[in-house]
């Protein structure tokens, strides 16, 4: 803990910091007491960032234990199980994903067979960053170890992803965005046509995502397990193709931190040099909106950019490359009554004056800490101070108001879902640091 916090800001670091201990299984971190008990690949990103202030090993055990659940292919799951929880303990389990044949998938490890966005490497960079000088030795040797499975997840991507050959990877589940039911899903998710009896998921934790949701959310995932994970179905046939502005601009800011990564551990960067490059290319020529000026997720079904403008809009801000009209254009859109301008607690997660705005809908409106740290880190990186103390002081707000939920009332700051949410504490820790 930094010696420079204030008393009000020592007692929420070390509460943070209680809220990642308790969630601390031995290996890894969950994201919540209860509603998920097992490990999320998204979520141990963002959980590295936090451990690398307040527990260095940890942070490091949290990215190994996940790579064990790495697919031969690269992909790294968005959901690696612990097998020695209840099968109810959250739907859906492990079962869902597999049956007896389980190409590419690891063995004693059980996983998902999705992915999250790839954020890890960018995570493994920062962690290195902030080693102090005594284990800055030990800290390489760490890299050292990561950097090839890092390397495979990103070729995964880069060769089963890029579904329109542009250097943009795309997503195949709404699980995929970390944003499940963003309304950008809505139009994709309405075109589906489901078997006549549909499934009955049998789990409501909440009020959204609804029950017509889960049946489409399992639906794809009956489609993806039937045909094994093929890159080839995905690619040609699977009924579910987004590039999604968010899941590629982590994309890119790991490419930038694997080329970094790679120059430290004696590999070649320029693979990774050149891979950002053809994203960040991508990223405007494919998904930026000229007349909204933002980011919008493009459906590859109908090569449409997908109507509802979201806080993915924003996520490009982690390109060090882009422009400076484009961060201008972009910046005027975060501080309109769109979005934080009219939101007490920005940043909602969707339009405000988009009709599928709901402040209460999980990713249809409320704050999450996570992209609020993604859009402070990105403004942070063009130097735009106004924007990141505008985004450090909510942030911080939301958490001593309401505690480290899981999202928050955009408006008032009333906490929402899972109480003792670990990214909602560990990106905490990394802002006080
Ligand atoms: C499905 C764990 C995850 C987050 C996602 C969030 C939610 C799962 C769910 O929880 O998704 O993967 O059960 O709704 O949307 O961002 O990684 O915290």
Same mark, same amino acid.
Request: with cysteine; aromatic share 10%; net charge negative.
């Given at each position: 803990?930094?010696?420079?916090?204030?008393?009000?800001?020592?007692?929420?670091?070390?509460?943070?910091?209680?809220?990642?201990?308790?969630?601390?299984?031995?290996?890894?971190?969950?994201?919540?007491?209860?509603?998920?008990?097992?490990?999320?690949?998204?979520?141990?990103?963002?959980?590295?960032?936090?451990?690398?202030?307040?527990?260095?090993?940890?942070?490091?055990?949290?990215?190994?234990?996940?790579?064990?659940?790495?697919?031969?292919?690269?992909?790294?799951?968005?959901?690696?199980?612990?097998?020695?929880?209840?099968?109810?303990?959250?739907?859906?389990?492990?079962?869902?994903?597999?049956?007896?044949?389980?190409?590419?998938?690891?063995?004693?490890?059980?996983?998902?067979?999705?992915?999250?966005?790839?954020?890890?490497?960018?995570?493994?960079?920062?962690?290195?960053?902030?080693?102090?000088?005594?284990?800055?030795?030990?800290?390489?040797?760490?890299?050292?170890? =990561?950097?090839?499975? +890092?390397?495979?997840?990103?070729?995964?991507?880069?060769? /089963? @992803? %890029? #579904?329109?050959?542009?250097? !943009?990877?795309?997503?195949?589940?709404?699980?995929?965005?970390?944003?499940?039911?963003?309304?950008?899903?809505?139009?994709?998710?309405?075109?589906?046509?489901?078997?006549?009896?549909?499934?009955?998921?049998?789990?409501?934790?909440?009020?959204?995502?609804?029950?017509?949701?889960?049946?489409?959310?399992?639906?794809?995932?009956?489609?993806?397990?039937?045909?094994?994970?093929?890159?080839?179905?995905?690619?040609?046939?699977?009924?579910?193709?987004?590039?999604?502005?968010?899941?590629?601009?982590?994309?890119?800011?790991?490419?930038?931190?694997?080329?970094?990564?790679?120059?430290?551990?004696?590999?070649?960067?320029?693979?990774?040099?050149?891979?950002?490059?053809?994203?960040?290319?991508? =990223?405007?020529?494919? +998904?930026?909106?000229?007349?909204?000026?933002?980011?919008? /997720? @493009? %459906? #590859?079904?109908?090569?449409? !950019?997908?109507?509802?403008?979201?806080?993915?809009?924003?996520?490009?801000?982690?390109?060090?490359?882009?422009?400076?009209?484009?961060?201008?254009?972009?910046?005027?859109?975060?501080?309109?009554?769109?979005?934080?301008?009219?939101?007490?607690?920005?940043?909602?997660?969707?339009?405000?004056?988009?009709?599928?705005?709901?402040?209460?809908?999980?990713?249809?409106?409320?704050?999450?800490?996570?992209?609020?740290?993604?859009?402070?880190?990105?403004?942070?990186?063009?130097?735009?101070?106004?924007?990141?103390?505008?985004?450090?002081?909510?942030?911080?707000?939301?958490?001593?108001?309401?505690?480290?939920?899981?999202?928050?009332?955009?408006?008032?700051?009333?906490?929402?879902?899972?109480?003792?949410?670990?990214?909602?504490?560990?990106?905490?820790?990394?802002?006080?640091?």
């Amino acid at each position: 803990m930094s010696s420079r916090l204030t008393g009000d800001e020592t007692a929420l670091w070390q509460a943070a910091a209680r809220v990642l201990d308790a969630n601390w299984t031995g290996t890894a971190t969950v994201p919540s007491p209860g509603l998920y008990p097992h490990q999320w690949s998204l979520d141990s990103a963002f959980v590295a960032l936090g451990l690398a202030r307040h527990r260095r090993d940890r942070a490091e055990r949290e990215l190994t234990s996940l790579f064990r659940g790495q697919w031969a292919d690269g992909l790294l799951p968005h959901l690696v199980f612990d097998d020695t929880l209840a099968r109810h303990a959250y739907f859906p389990g492990p079962e869902m994903w597999h049956g007896d044949h389980r190409p590419r998938a690891p063995h004693g490890v059980r996983t998902s067979g999705l992915t999250q966005p790839p954020l890890h490497a960018f995570a493994a960079l920062r962690l290195h960053e902030s080693a102090p000088p005594s284990e800055a030795e030990h800290s390489l040797d760490f890299l050292r170890g =990561l950097y090839p499975c +890092l390397a495979a997840q990103h070729r995964y991507l880069a060769e /089963a @992803r %890029d #579904l329109s050959g542009s250097g !943009l990877a795309a997503i195949c589940h709404p699980w995929e965005s970390g944003m499940d039911n963003s309304p950008a899903w809505d139009r994709p998710l309405g075109a589906l046509r489901l078997p006549p009896a549909a499934y009955s998921p049998g789990r409501t934790p909440r009020d959204l995502p609804t029950g017509e949701d889960y049946d489409r959310y399992v639906h794809l995932v009956a489609l993806l397990r039937a045909h094994d994970y093929e890159p080839a179905y995905i690619r040609d046939d699977h009924p579910f193709a987004v590039e999604d502005p968010l899941f590629n601009a982590a994309y890119l800011a790991s490419e930038h931190a694997l080329a970094e990564i790679a120059a430290l551990v004696g590999a070649d960067p320029a693979p990774h040099r050149e891979r950002s490059a053809r994203v960040h290319a991508a =990223l405007l020529d494919r +998904l930026w909106d000229h007349e909204q000026g933002c980011f919008r /997720a @493009r %459906d #590859l079904r109908d090569d449409r !950019l997908l109507p509802v403008v979201t806080v993915a809009a924003f996520a490009p801000l982690l390109d060090p490359d882009l422009p400076p009209g484009t961060v201008r254009r972009l910046v005027d859109l975060l501080l309109s009554a769109r979005f934080a301008g009219a939101a007490g607690y920005p940043v909602p997660t969707c339009d405000i004056q988009a009709p599928a705005f709901d402040r209460s809908g999980y990713w249809r409106g409320p704050t999450w800490i996570n992209t609020n740290w993604l859009l402070w880190h990105g403004a942070l990186g063009h130097g735009l101070t106004v924007v990141a103390d505008l985004l450090y002081g909510s942030t911080l707000r939301l958490v001593r108001q309401s505690g480290f939920r899981e999202y928050f009332d955009p408006f008032d700051g009333t906490g929402r879902g899972s109480h003792d949410y670990s990214w909602s504490a560990a990106l905490v820790l990394d802002l006080l640091a």
